[in-house]
Nanobody
Framework: QAQLVESGGGLVQAGGSLRLSCAAS????????MGWYRQAPGNQRELVAT???????NYLESVKGRFTITRDYAKNTVYLQMNSLKPEDTAVYYC??????????????WGQGTQVTVSS
């Protein structure tokens, strides 16, 4: 089965930038949509950005114009470039992928989460 490994979180000042990466590894047929979610303390997990296998993107309204999601199909990796970060972007960011397994079963996978902290 696929596994998602995230990297790139950290502490940054408001107005700064971070780039998150998420690589899908293991044996599987293909990854369909991939994306990023986030969860701040006391809040529900929310969708930040997604990208389909065809390259169509969708963003949370509050990050439009600041965040950009891209993917490298050859590396089965999805990226989230976060610019002009605000303290309200502070959260644990989770990678998500819809994966077609070798059995042709369709499964949702989650990464372990990476902390993003934006100081004011």
């Amino acid at each position: 089965q696929a596994q998602l490994v995230e990297s790139g979180g950290g502490l940054v000042q408001a107005g700064g930038s971070l780039r998150l990466s998420c690589a899908a590894s293991g044996r599987f047929f293909k990854a369909n949509a991939m994306g990023w979610y986030r969860q701040a303390p006391g809040n529900q997990r929310e969708l930040v950005a997604t990208i389909t296998r065809g390259g169509s993107t969708n963003y949370l309204e509050s990050v439009k114009g600041r965040f950009t999601i891209t993917r490298d199909y050859a590396k089965n990796t999805v990226y989230l470039q976060m610019n002009s970060l605000k303290p309200e972007d502070t959260a644990v960011y989770y990678c998500n992928a819809e994966v077609v397994e070798l059995s042709l079963q369709l499964l949702q996978h989650w990464g372990q989460g990476t902390q993003v902290t934006v100081s004011s």
